[in-house]
């Protein structure tokens, strides 16, 4: 029997910042649509999928399209998302995340991915971290969206943990619902005003030592 909890991250706002990319490529669709979102409207979309988040972006600015229409700005928003992300490197590691993953691996704490992102695993090969995962579960893997605790539960399978036994670190509120929900120790990354329903919150992995990381892996 491992001796360690499992550990699953979210990726949008915990391993990397790409929630401004994503906010650059929404807002481009919005204002080609005639209208406009702000930063706190794209708050409410992280961690939620593509075609949820179209569909409330569809919704503020009140506007109504066809089937065909929808999917292909659900292309053209993703094409113009990759083109901003693809000169991402390991130098786009939030600061102090290298620190924990690093720590797991020496501790050989097993650890996986829990995105909605369905370009979870480029993103993860541009920053030179994707071998690390012992699993990866992105958009393509699921079927229902946080605060759904599908994506935590299937990644809590591929690291063969029961989900009582696993951690997740999140920076949005579905996914620290989609955390409770499932049972598992939730690790907000935030603001503590938005995340309170997490187990424990921080601003961000600078504010994490290794000594707390240390203290909830263990079983």
């Given at each position: ?13 915990v391993?990397?910042d ?9 807002k481009?669709?919005a ?12 708050e ?12 409330q972006?569809?919704k ?10 929808f ?16 000169d ?6 939030l ?12 501790n050989?704490?097993?650890?996986a991915?829990g995105?909605?992102s369905k370009n ?13 995962f012992n699993?990866?579960v ?5 079927t229902?969206?946080k605060?759904n605790?599908?994506?935590?539960l ?13 951690i997740?670190f999140?920076?949005?509120v ?18 503590e005003?938005v ?6 919150i ?18």
């Amino acid at each position: 029997m491992n001796k360690y909890k499992g550990v699953i991250f979210d990726l949008d706002g915990v391993i990397v910042d790409t929630a401004k990319f994503h906010y650059l490529a929404w807002k481009k669709l919005a204002n080609d649509l005639g209208f406009d979102i702000s930063l706190e409207q794209n708050e409410q979309l992280k961690g939620v999928s593509r075609v949820h988040s179209l569909e409330q972006i569809l919704k503020w600015g009140e506007k109504t399209i066809p089937e065909d229409e929808f999917q292909r700005l659900m292309t053209s928003k993703n094409e113009d998302y990759l083109v901003k992300i693809s000169d991402m490197s390991e130098d786009d590691l939030l600061p102090g995340v290298k620190k924990v993953l690093d720590f797991l691996i020496e501790n050989e704490v097993p650890f996986a991915l829990g995105s909605a992102s369905k370009n979870a695993r480029p993103i993860l090969k541009s920053l030179k971290i994707y071998e690390k995962f012992n699993g990866i579960v992105d958009g393509n893997d699921v079927t229902k969206a946080k605060p759904n605790p599908e994506v935590f539960l299937i990644a809590a399978e591929k690291l063969k943990m029961e989900p009582k036994d696993c951690i997740v670190f999140e920076d949005s509120v579905a996914g620290i619902k989609a955390a409770n929900t499932a049972k598992m120790i939730s690790v907000g990354i935030g603001e503590e005003k938005v995340l309170n329903e997490a187990d424990y919150i921080f601003a961000d992995f600078t504010e994490i030592d290794l000594g707390f990381i240390e203290k909830i892996v263990r079983k």
